[in-house]
């Protein structure tokens, strides 16, 4: 028990630390107007898909029940279609420093959408856990210089961010069941092939338009990265985790992604290591500490479908 819960602690902050860097890419990506956020998500679930088909070639069979289909579209659509397409789009509305702030919010969401979906405890330990890292989080980001975004902000940038937040902790708190009743390959490649499909009515016309002989080398490798590490390995690595920890300490390791940020900052000699980065450090750790110790987090993980 104490390895699994190993296993899904390593392979979740492996998962937002792919994101983390993600970020950077995704908004030198934008910044260079070669590919059309929904293009680009085409591109990864399409990608995804097609990996994690011939990966579950080579593993036993798995049949999966008629009826969670609809349950494993509704996860499609929640948890990989509306949240990579609002942040592909609002990721060249806002500035870096809205964006990391309204990632913030993500682990309280989680929290209030597990307690209503799982009737997952909301413990005095946990929402301090989640505080702590919060204000460790909010602490690192005005402390901090991150690449690139847009001068401004507008409203439907942050709008879309909102979306983007409430989506995947709705996806984090609702289909855990479903999720833990499969294998990650089995349910990924089925994910991905049904987030690709609804992509292409609004796609088709850019994929047709975008001259991909004319994308520098770099935004290609950048590309790569989002289809492989971003999106076929994170998206492993979730539902891995996901089996293992309760909805609400998946979500912490969400504010992995600024001290990410910060150390791609701090390497590239954009910004410095200073004290303020490692007390915000030691709060987002420490607050983690404490919602993976709460009694919620402790408990038997739930098996059963909320419905």
């Not at 899904?8 to 995704?26: D, E, K, M, P, R």
């Not at 919010?105 to 702590?132: C, D, N, Q, S, Y």
């Not at 009515?201 to 975008?210: D, E, Q, R, V």
Request: glycine letters at 8%; one cysteine or more.
């Amino acid at each position: 028990m104490r390895t699994e819960k190993l296993l899904g602690h390593l392979s979740t902050a492996a998962a937002y630390s792919i994101f983390g860097l993600n970020i950077v890419f995704c908004k030198d990506i934008a910044n260079t107007h070669c590919v059309e956020p929904i293009v680009l998500f085409t591109l990864r679930s399409g990608g995804a898909a097609l990996l994690f088909f011939l990966i579950s070639v080579f593993l036993p069979m798995e049949k999966i029940e008629r009826s969670d289909f609809v349950k494993i579209a509704g996860a499609s659509v929640i948890g990989l279609f509306i949240p990579q397409v609002t942040f592909l789009v609002a990721i060249s509305m806002a500035t870096s420093i809205d964006t990391a702030i309204m990632s913030t919010l993500g682990p309280i969401f989680t929290m209030i959408f597990a307690f209503i979906f799982l009737g997952e405890p909301v413990t005095l330990r946990k929402a301090g856990g989640v505080a702590l890292s919060f204000a460790g989080v909010i602490f690192l980001i005005l402390n901090s210089v991150h690449l690139g975004g847009a001068s401004s902000s507008t409203p439907l940038g942050i709008v879309l961010l909102l979306v983007n937040c409430l989506s995947f902790s709705l996806y984090l708190g609702l289909f855990r069941p479903v999720i833990s009743k499969y294998s990650v390959v089995n349910f990924m490649k089925w994910s991905f092939l049904i987030s690709a499909v609804l992509s292409l009515p609004f796609s088709m016309k850019g994929l047709l338009n975008t001259d991909f002989a004319a994308i520098p080398p770099k935004v290609c490798l950048e590309i790569g990265y989002l289809i492989l590490c971003a999106t076929c390995m994170a998206y492993f690595l979730i539902p891995f985790g996901q089996k293992r920890l309760r909805p609400t300490l998946v979500s912490m390791y969400t504010y992995l992604q600024p001290i990410i940020a910060a150390v791609v900052s701090i390497s590239t000699g954009i910004d410095t290591l200073g004290w303020q980065k490692i007390l915000a450090t030691v709060l987002i750790i420490s607050g983690v500490v404490l919602v993976s110790k709460s009694r919620a987090a402790n408990s038997a993980p739930s098996q059963g479908s909320p419905d």
